[in-house]
Nanobody, 118 residues
Framework: QMQLQESGPGLVKPSQTLSLTCTVS??????????WMWIRQPPGKGLESIGY???????SYSPFFKSRTLISMNTSTNQFTLQLTSVTPEDTGVYYC??????????WGQGTQVTVSS
């Protein structure tokens, strides 16, 4: 059974870069046709897709986040990472990593709370 776990700082100052890592166990992030997602949920709002990186290492970003997002992967450590630059308090929320295959979300991390505040 594949498991995902987010890690990173829970508090980030405005204008700084939010960096999160998702560690995958029970399977390889290079597995064909798997896509590794970053999703967030601001307080009181629904889920927002930030972007993903494909098994091939090619990233794709949602238009709203594209200008300040970088998603990368490291096959040797079986991790993928999210960097979101120039954060504001509106970036506060619970951040999730997930796997997607055949358009189905297969596995989710438990989520990590990130607060943007000075």
């Amino acid at each position: 059974q594949m498991q995902l776990q987010e890690s990173g700082p829970g508090l980030v100052k405005p204008s700084q870069t939010l960096s999160l890592t998702c560690t995958v166990s029970g399977g390889s992030i290079a597995t064909n046709y798997y896509y590794w997602m970053w999703i967030r949920q601001p307080p009181g709002k629904g889920l927002e897709s930030i972007g993903y990186i494909a098994y091939s290492g090619i990233p794709s970003y949602s238009p709203f986040f594209k200008s300040r997002t970088l998603i990368s992967m490291n096959t040797s450590t079986n991790q993928f990472t999210l960097q979101l630059t120039s954060v504001t308090p509106e970036d506060t929320g619970v951040y999730y990593c997930a796997s997607r295959n055949s358009f189905i979300y297969r596995n989710w991390g438990q989520g990590t709370q990130v607060t943007v505040s000075s």
